[in-house]
């Protein structure tokens, strides 16, 4: 069991969980774990606390951190770069007048050693 969940979860030998969430599938988008749902999130997609998925591709969310530290010199990881490209998709067929949030709670610099910065030179 984990501690302060109350959800059973399998496990193995020496007390090791024996398996991720069911929805794991492997991603270069760190921050976004699907092997682990919090109840906070477990309760929105149970209630349906939400209008849209949308899903982004690990290099779409590099290729838009890249563009917004080059162009606008907003320091984001890959999610935040994946958070804004949906943004941008969202913005491409709202209302016109309609005002767009997007925020990036997140900083780039502890992403240096990550797939982000391959190919970047110091």
């Known amino acids: ?5 109350g959800k059973p979860q399998e496990r193995g030998q020496g007390g090791a969980p024996s398996a991720s969430h069911p929805a ?3 991603h270069p988008i760190q921050g976004w774990t699907p092997d682990f749902i919090p109840n906070v999130l477990q309760e929105a997609i149970d209630k349906r ?9 690990g290099p ?3 290729k838009w951190a890249k563009a917004l530290a080059q162009q606008e010199g907003i320091f984001t990881g890959i ?15 709202a209302p ?7 925020m ?3 900083t780039g610099e502890r992403y240096m050693s990550t797939p982000l910065f391959d190919g970047i030179e110091a």
């Open 1 to 5: 069991q984990l501690i302060g969940s």
């Open 24 to 26: 794991f599938e492997p």
């Open 49 to 57: 606390y939400y209008d849209d998925v949308v899903p982004i591709a």
């Open 60 to 62: 779409e969310g590099i």
């Open 79 to 93: 999610s935040g770069g994946a958070t804004f490209a949906v943004a941008r998709q969202i913005a491409g067929t």
């Open 96 to 102: 016109a007048g309609s005002v767009i949030l997007c």
């Open 104 to 106: 990036l709670p997140d």
